[in-house]
């Protein structure tokens, strides 16, 4: 079965600096990729998604997400982080085939500072 | 259109009574999930419904823990004998599943609010 790391729990940044979210992955071939946001209060909404393709996936909101098979790695990245980006942020994992479902990492929370 | 729709919004309840929280899937989508996220965790996986198949309940902390989805459309998740530690956010989330070459996959989540529970 596949399975997702998310390997900082928490990240502070300074507004208007860059981000990187981490995820790694572990399935036997290429997988379905996604991230997702939640926003204090909110439900998780859909950022972006990978299935096949051209490896670097925009999103919404500014964000985009680049699938290296290499490092297993689908990392979340914005170039300019707004205070409106604090939340959490999920990956998730999902498996071609097979009915199988959705593997979501543990999330990590990002804190925007001025 | 509508969204994932879930009931109700917020439960209390006191310690060893049955409670159940209801989902409605946007119409259409084959694939339904429950999962469960505590204060300050992440989402924890309970159960996965897939058209006629057979649901995935290795998420479900324990037997007091049940789910059905009646006709493929409306679920129900029962926790029954409620204790303090199954306070939480319980969220339903519904997508499509469409068939590949390799066989079906799940397409893109869609959430519900949540039904926010406490046991008191």
């Known amino acids: 079965a596949q399975s997702v790391t998310q390997p900082d729990i928490h990240i502070t940044v300074s507004e208007g600096a860059s981000l990187e979210l981490r995820c790694n992955y572990s399935y036997g071939a290429t997988p379905y990729l996604f991230w997702y946001v939640q926003s204090p209060g909110q439900g998780l909404q859909l950022l972006l998604k990978?299935?096949?393709?051209?490896?670097l996936v925009q999103g919404i909101k500014g964000f985009e997400a680049e699938f290296k098979r290499s490092q297993s790695s689908f990392n979340l990245r914005k170039p300019s982080v707004h205070w409106s980006d604090a939340a959490e942020y999920f990956c998730a994992v999902g498996a071609p085939g097979g009915y199988q479902k959705v593997t979501f990492g543990i999330g990590t929370k990002l804190q925007v500072i001025p | 259109g509508a969204g994932v729709s879930q009931s109700p919004s917020n439960k209390v309840t006191e310690k060893g009574k049955d409670v159940e929280l209801r989902c409605d899937p946007i119409s259409g989508h084959t694939a339904l999930y429950w999962y469960r996220q505590s204060l300050g965790q992440g989402l924890e996986f309970l159960i996965y419904?897939?058209?006629?198949?057979?649901?995935?309940k290795s998420g479900l902390p324990s037997d007091r823990f049940s789910a059905e989805r009646t006709g493929g459309s409306v679920s129900t998740l029962t926790i029954q004998r409620t204790q303090q530690e199954d306070s939480a956010v319980y969220l339903c989330a519904s997508s499509l599943v469409y068939p590949g070459l390799a066989g079906a996959s799940t397409d893109t989540q869609y959430f519900g609010p949540g039904t926010r529970l406490t046991v008191l």
């Open positions: 419904f897939q058209g006629n198949s057979a649901p995935d």
């Open positions: 990978y299935f096949s393709g051209d490896t």
